[in-house]
């Protein structure tokens, strides 16, 4: 009786854990019209046909506003704001909530799986570089992108509104975004990691302010160290002329410190979440491993 009983213990125990709810996230839900920070902005793709247009609008969740700003966003946008090719086709789209200063900037990819290079926390990198904040953005394609050109649709609906970026942030930003997803692609570094290489690079260089090249340099150097990163020497002089850019536009990171870190710890829970995984994974296996010992031994 006393081997059944423990059985059953063993059994609840095991549904227990099962039974933990998983973090769920909240949607922004119904909003009406906010006189004080405008429209809600969405900008679509100009390749997108009528359906798949449609389609991003249900995924973007246009209809839930009484009212929206729209836009579209062609080859041509992406050679004036960044230089890219301007025959190229535009399908990623975005919607832009813009929030009260000190709120912070927030991305969310809703089509992840389209979304193949570019992660929120690299978006989040580039736009603040650029100079975007205060501001909630959603980015939604219907076809599989790279996403890069996501970064084109947001500049437009800043520029269309009458917000002037500076370009050459914009610029900066653009390459930012495609040094990022090559480490990440070539060097074979997992994405979260290269997010936080930039990141802390750009805290680092808050916090030093450095006068030269050299001195950038030796930041992304340390930053390489302390994350045990190794990269081609090709790639660490992308990242030295790239942020020495930043030096000499003269990007005061200290603006937006807070947001930096917020991205850290951000990135740092998806690293732990997948360390978390593997480890539970690792004690399911081990406890249905001893339940057929125990369960063995009583019938020996």
């Known amino acids: 009786?006393?081997?059944?009983?423990?059985?059953?213990?063993?059994?609840?125990?095991?549904?227990?854990?099962?039974?933990?709810?998983?973090?769920?996230?909240?949607?922004?839900?119904?909003?009406?019209?906010?006189?004080?920070?405008?429209?809600?902005?969405?900008?679509?793709?100009?390749?997108?046909?009528?359906?798949?247009?449609?389609?991003?609008?249900?995924?973007?969740?246009?209809?839930?506003?009484?009212?929206?700003?729209?836009?579209?966003?062609?080859?041509?946008?992406?050679?004036?704001?960044?230089?890219?090719?301007?025959?190229?086709?535009?399908?990623?789209?975005?919607?832009?909530?813009?929030?009260?200063?000190?709120?912070?900037?927030?991305?969310?990819?809703v089509t992840q799986d389209n979304i193949t290079q570019v992660t929120k926390e690299m978006y989040t990198n580039a736009l603040l570089t650029a100079g975007v904040e205060n501001a909630e953005v959603l980015v939604a394609s219907s076809v599989k992108v790279s996403g890069h050109s996501a970064l084109t649709g947001i500049y437009k609906a800043y520029d269309a509104k009458g917000v002037k970026l500076d370009e050459s942030r914009m610029k900066v930003a653009s390459d930012e975004l495609d040094i990022a997803t090559d480490i990440a692609e070539e060097e074979g570094i997992d994405q979260d990691k290269v997010s936080e290489l930039l990141t802390e690079i750009k805290k680092a260089i808050a916090e030093q302010d450095p006068a030269t090249k050299e001195e950038v340099e030796q930041i992304v150097q340390e930053q390489l160290q302390t994350l045990n990163i190794e990269l081609s020497e090709e790639d660490r002089q992308r990242l030295t002329d790239l942020f020495d850019q930043m030096r000499n536009l003269n990007i005061n990171f200290d603006q937006v410190k807070n947001q930096l870190d917020d991205l850290t710890g951000s990135i740092q829970d998806i690293i732990n979440d997948d360390g978390f995984w593997s480890s539970f994974r690792s004690a399911v296996q081990s406890f249905f491993q001893s339940l057929k010992n125990f369960i063995s031994s009583l019938f020996n």
């Open 1 to 109: 009786m006393k081997k059944l009983t423990s059985i059953w213990m063993m059994a609840l125990l095991l549904f227990s854990v099962w039974a933990v709810p998983l973090e769920s996230y909240a949607s922004t839900g119904d909003q009406g019209i906010n006189e004080k920070l405008g429209l809600p902005i969405v900008v679509y793709g100009e390749a997108l046909s009528e359906a798949q247009k449609s389609e991003v609008a249900d995924l973007l969740k246009v209809d839930q506003h009484e009212q929206v700003d729209e836009f579209s966003v062609n080859g041509q946008d992406l050679n004036e704001y960044i230089g890219g090719n301007p025959n190229s086709n535009m399908y990623s789209s975005v919607k832009i909530l813009h929030k009260d200063n000190g709120e912070g900037l927030s991305i969310e990819i």
